[in-house]
């Protein structure tokens, strides 16, 4: 089972490792997992304090944005991620 949404993770993988175009699915879970440790806690932080419910997609799309984020810090990757998901997804 993974944590994030399975092709979400894949396009996250996909962009940080563009030569590998042949994965395998334990890779996959791994990659998932590696994500979840070091992203989910933030994330959840984050979005609550971004007003973006946190479900399963929402979360899966921050993870996908935060690892597009050229910062180092986790924290700093995470408000990328929220500020670009509010933009693209206004709120009422």
Known sequence: MFHYNRNMVLAAYRAVHPDNLEVEEGTIRNFDADLFARYDEELRV???????????????????????????????????????????????
Do not use: E, W, Y
Not at 48 to 63: E, K, R, T, W, Y
Not at 64 to 90: C, E, I, Q
């Open 46 to 92: 984050q979005a609550a304090q971004g007003n973006i419910p946190i479900n399963d997609f929402n979360l899966s799309m921050l993870v996908l944005f935060a690892t597009r984020s050229g910062a180092k810090l986790v924290a700093t990757r995470v408000r990328h991620a929220v500020r670009f998901f509010r933009s693209v997804h206004p709120q009422p």
